[in-house]
Structure formats: structure tokens, C-alpha cells
T-cell receptor, first 113, second 117 residues
Framework: GQNIDQPTEMTATEGAIVQINCTYQTSGFNGLFWYQQHAGEAPTFLSYNVLDGLEEKGRFSSFLSRSKGYSYLLLKELQMKDSASYLCAVRVHGSSNTGKLIFGQGTTLQVKP | GAVVSQHPSRVICKSGTSVKIECRSLDFQATTMFWYRQFPKQSLMLMATSNEGSKATYEQGVEKDKFLINHASLTLSTLTVTSAHPEDSSFYIC?????????????FGSGTRLTVV
């Protein structure tokens, strides 16, 4: 089966740094994605990791360890607008070798002044 | 960048009726489209994967006769919720992909809020 775990909720202070963890156990692995989703809206792409290591993109960084089945999303210099849900998704092979995304339950981040 | 248009954004229907949701890729050809359902405060649950011109592949536990998916062209996929019931009320989101080699190419529609009364 497919299992992707994230904390349900996190709270952080404006200007601080927050790390959102994601662990996964999936049948097959072909990359890990992080998305941001505001309530009632579609997810927006944040980052992608397929090899071990850190990918940095402005205030956002994402880390992957395939041997540990572990990833984290690091958000720096938090802003109020960063309050949202953060979704970890693993790409696995579907039918006809089509890569499909399996999502974790999402982490709701609340940024406080 | 790639854009996926999803309509309607909101729909309210009576129990027992059917509702069709459309998902269009506006500036690329989507060989594969994915349909997700999201309940409040939960994550996206993949319902089915559809490739243009072939039958959709449904995830375990999703009733194929209730959630009809048609992917007749490279730019359009539809999800029809047949004989809708209040428990089908949810946020439905489509995602389109140009090809399997497109690493970042999962473009999401804006979602459809379905309420069955």
C-alpha cells in the first residue's frame, strides 16, 4: 500500500523558520513534490526532489533522503501569507507506466504575528 | 505557463441528479488527466487516471459506474457524478499532464465545489 505521513498542524511566528516533515512508504518511487494549497483553491507547485539532497528555491527549500523515506520542506522568513496547507506528494508508477501523485494528508501551517 | 481550466467552480444539485465537471488544458495537449476528491481538512485523494482515447483507471474503492470519466480529446476530460447523494459533496480537482517525461508537468485545475442537497 501507499503511506505518506505529515503532521496535521503547525504554528510558527512571522519571520521565523519552520520545517515540515514528510515520511513515506510507497510501492515504487519516482520523485517527491511539495505543494502549497490555500483553502478552496488548487494546489500550487513548490518543489520537486528525485535525488537525495537539498533543493533551494528562494525562501523555500526541500530535502530528500530516499534511503530513509523522508523529506522536509523548509520555509524561511515566514510571512503571514504563508499560512496555508502544505502537501507532500510522491510520484509512483500507475497503469501504463503513467506517473501518478499520491498525496499525504497535508500540514496546515498557521503563521502568527 | 501551462493552464488547466475547470468548470464549474461551484455547483449545487439535488440528490439523485447527475453533475458533469469539465477540465480543459488550454495551451498544451494533456495525454493524461487525473481526478482527485478532497473532503474538508483532508488531502487530495486520487480517484482515477485517464489517458486520451482509453478507459480510465480507477483507484481502489472508487465506483467506476458512479464516477464516469471521459477523456475523448487531448484537451478535455470530464467527470460525471451520477445519481449524486449528499455524501458525494466534496471538492473535486483535476490535474493534467502533457507527457510522462514532463517532470513538473502536473497542472491543477481550480477545483469544483459540489454540494448535493
Amino acid at each position: 500500500g501507499q503511506n505518506i505521513d505529515q503532521p496535521t498542524e503547525m504554528t510558527a511566528t512571522e519571520g521565523a523558520i519552520v520545517q515540515i516533515n514528510c515520511t513515506y512508504q510507497t510501492s515504487g518511487f519516482n520523485g517527491l513534490f511539495w505543494y502549497q494549497q490555500h483553502a478552496g483553491e488548487a494546489p500550487t507547485f513548490l518543489s520537486y526532489n528525485v535525488l537525495d539532497g537539498l533543493e533551494e528555491k528562494g525562501r523555500f527549500s526541500s530535502f530528500l533522503s530516499r534511503s530513509k523515506g523522508y523529506s522536509y520542506l523548509l520555509l524561511k522568513e515566514l510571512q503571514m501569507k504563508d499560512s496555508a496547507s502544505y502537501l507532500c506528494a510522491v510520484r509512483v508508477h500507475g497503469s501504463s507506466n503513467t506517473g501518478k501523485l499520491i498525496f499525504g494528508q497535508g500540514t496546515t501551517l498557521q503563521v502568527k504575528p | 505557463g501551462a493552464v488547466v481550466s475547470q468548470h464549474p467552480s461551484r455547483v449545487i444539485c439535488k440528490s439523485g441528479t447527475s453533475v458533469k465537471i469539465e477540465c480543459r488544458s488550454l495551451d498544451f495537449q494533456a495525454t493524461t488527466m487525473f481526478w482527485y476528491r478532497q473532503f474538508p481538512k483532508q488531502s487530495l485523494m486520487l480517484m482515477a487516471t485517464s489517458n486520451e482515447g482509453s478507459k480510465a483507471t480507477y483507484e481502489q474503492g472508487v465506483e467506476k459506474d458512479k464516477f464516469l470519466i471521459n477523456h475523448a480529446s487531448l484537451t478535455l476530460s470530464t467527470l460525471t457524478v451520477t445519481s449524486a447523494h449528499p455524501e458525494d459533496s466534496s471538492f473535486y480537482i483535476c490535474s493534467a499532464r502533457e507527457s510522462d517525461s514532463a517532470i513538473y508537468g502536473y497542472t491543477f485545475g481550480s477545483g469544483t465545489r459540489l454540494t448535493v442537497v
